[in-house]
């Protein structure tokens, strides 16, 4: 049996988003549960459209989420370099190999002379094929001009581990450019030169590289290599599933999600299953679980929706999941500049409130900044309140005014705080929607928060009264 060795193989072109992320774990996963390799191979082989600090960004984003590759080009490994700006020579030996085989020739034409030619092809309304310009005779390539690839058109059947039994037809090859005239390979060569020198296993990759197939086939042949298994996933489409998830859908790069607060737990279990299950009703993996489940015979053929609020959902399962320990240790930048004067024994009883809530860390200033500070009175929150806007200003501050005598008695223990807010309901003859909701926009400045007893117990009796005289004074 061959070794499994899969390879992630982004271009520098831009930072790593959620599409790119998937075909990295699908790989890395394939390697881990055979006890295969990782590769990190850095396609940069487009010097114009070359981001500064990509690489970089790659690669911490691949280690941010725990996706350890064994060879690459910060590690090294027995077929560097792993950067393909770095293997320059090692194409221009596998192109002398197409030359002497008669299977590469110079491009003898201009810029301006291949627009001509698709101009001709539109104007006849015929598909544009460079092999058909093809010249009789050619000269030796120095370099200066492009280096096209000989192709012998033919039809093809093969098979991809996730889209099944494929076929072309001739119509699809065509001569295209193994070496730009600035030295540098077009990826179509590039990745079929070092996919074999890595002794790659299987290659994944996006549908849109799935028209291009039948000509990565036809230099296989040229070359005499066996194809790796060819594994096509498919796109990772918008919130509304019609169209490939883009900037303009609120894509963010990874490190965007890890500096925002999500687990790396739950990007990996979200990201896993966009376009894959394991057939059960399962909604939360770890790591672990996925490296025994996975397999590309689950993997689905069409596109799968991305939805932040899965994301959400699965990250604050897992927030919730976490012992306090845990939860403060993961919190500590993400208080809100309010909480610098707390100790620790008061931000924990924050937490203990605010982690059923929490979706993320980077709610917690928000969700928590009334614990640290006395915010200023909001009116809206009352005329905006569905049952408060109901009632008279007089009416609102003798209710309330029922609560701060009732609380003032209080000794502030929370089970002292709900048999006070239940006779509060008795006295007042009002629903829990009136009564406590006008108490918790009165002590937090928010329509929502924790147990709004405990919330009291948190806030203490001083901090309280002091919030409610402040809102009553607004009456």
């Known amino acids: 049996m061959t070794d499994v060795r899969t390879r992630f193989a982004p271009s520098p072109t831009g930072y790593l988003h959620v599409g790119g992320i998937r075909t990295a774990l699908f790989g890395w996963l394939l390697a881990r549960q055979a006890n295969g390799t990782f590769i990190l191979r850095l396609e940069d082989t487009d010097q114009q459209r070359e981001v500064k600090e990509a690489k970089d960004h790659i690669i911490r984003s691949l280690l941010a989420l725990g996706l350890d590759y064994d060879e690459g080009p910060d590690k090294g490994g027995p077929y560097a370099p792993y950067i393909q700006s770095e293997r320059l020579e090692i194409y221009k030996t596998w192109a002398n190999k197409l030359i002497a085989s008669g299977r590469a020739y110079a491009d003898p034409y201009t810029a301006e002379q291949v627009k001509t030619f698709r101009e001709e092809s539109a104007a006849n309304k015929l598909p544009f094929l460079y092999r058909n310009y093809r010249p009789d005779q050619t000269t030796p390539w120095d370099g200066s001009t492009?280096?096209?690839f000989k192709s012998d058109p033919k039809a093809y059947e093969w098979q991809d581990a996730v889209m099944g039994d494929m076929k072309s037809g001739p119509e699809t090859i065509?001569?295209?450019?193994?070496?730009?005239?600035?030295?540098?390979?077009?990826?179509?060569?590039?990745?079929?030169?070092?996919?074999?020198?890595?002794?790659?296993?299987?290659?994944?990759?996006?549908?849109?590289?799935?028209?291009?197939?039948?000509?990565?086939l036809n230099l296989y042949e040229a070359l005499g290599l066996q194809p790796p298994v060819l594994t096509t996933l498919p796109p990772v489409l918008g919130p509304d599933g019609k169209k490939k998830l883009s900037k303009r859908d609120g894509a963010r790069d990874v490190l965007d999600y890890i500096r925002s607060g999500y687990l790396a737990e739950?990007?990996?279990?979200?990201?896993?299953?966009?376009?894959?299950?394991d057939g059960s009703q399962q909604e939360i993996f770890t790591k672990s679980e996925l490296i025994q489940k996975f397999s590309l015979d689950r993997v689905g053929r069409s596109g799968a929706q991305f939805d932040e609020r899965r994301l959400n959902w699965i990250n604050g399962?897992?927030?919730?999941?976490?012992?306090?320990?845990?939860?403060?240790?993961?919190?500590?930048?993400?208080w809100p500049t309010e909480a610098d004067g707390?100790?620790?024994?008061?931000?924990?009883?924050?937490?203990?409130?605010?982690?059923?809530?929490?979706k993320y860390f980077g709610e917690l200033a928000e969700l928590s900044r009334f614990f640290f500070v006395d915010l200023p009175v909001n009116p809206d929150l009352i005329s905006h309140h569905k049952q408060l806007a109901k009632l008279?200003?007089?009416?609102?501050?003798?209710?309330l005014s029922q609560a701060r005598?009732?609380?003032q008695h209080s000794n502030f223990e929370t089970s002292d705080l709900t048999d006070c807010l239940n006779s509060l309901l008795a006295q007042t003859g009002q629903k829990p929607a009136v009564l406590f909701s006008l108490i918790r926009i009165a002590t937090t400045q928010s329509p929502a928060s924790p147990?709004?007893?405990e919330s009291l117990n948190v806030l203490g009796k001083e901090k309280v009264l002091k919030r409610i005289d402040q809102q009553l004074d607004c009456f």
């Open 146 to 148: 492009p280096l096209r």
């Open 174 to 216: 065509d001569d295209f450019v193994l070496i730009k005239s600035d030295g540098f390979p077009t990826y179509n060569f590039a990745h079929i030169v070092d996919d074999s020198e890595m002794k790659i296993s299987h290659i994944l990759r996006g549908q849109e590289f799935l028209p291009s197939v039948p000509n990565y």
């Open 266 to 277: 739950a990007l990996i279990s979200f990201i896993a299953t966009l376009g894959w299950n």
């Open 317 to 334: 399962n897992l927030i919730r999941d976490m012992s306090l320990d845990e939860l403060y240790k993961a919190c500590l930048d993400y």
């Open 342 to 358: 707390y100790g620790e024994a008061y931000k924990r009883s924050v937490l203990t409130l605010v982690q059923e809530r929490l």
């Open 392 to 399: 008279t200003k007089p009416d609102l501050k003798d209710l």
């Open 405 to 407: 005598d009732a609380l």
């Open 451 to 453: 147990s709004l007893a």
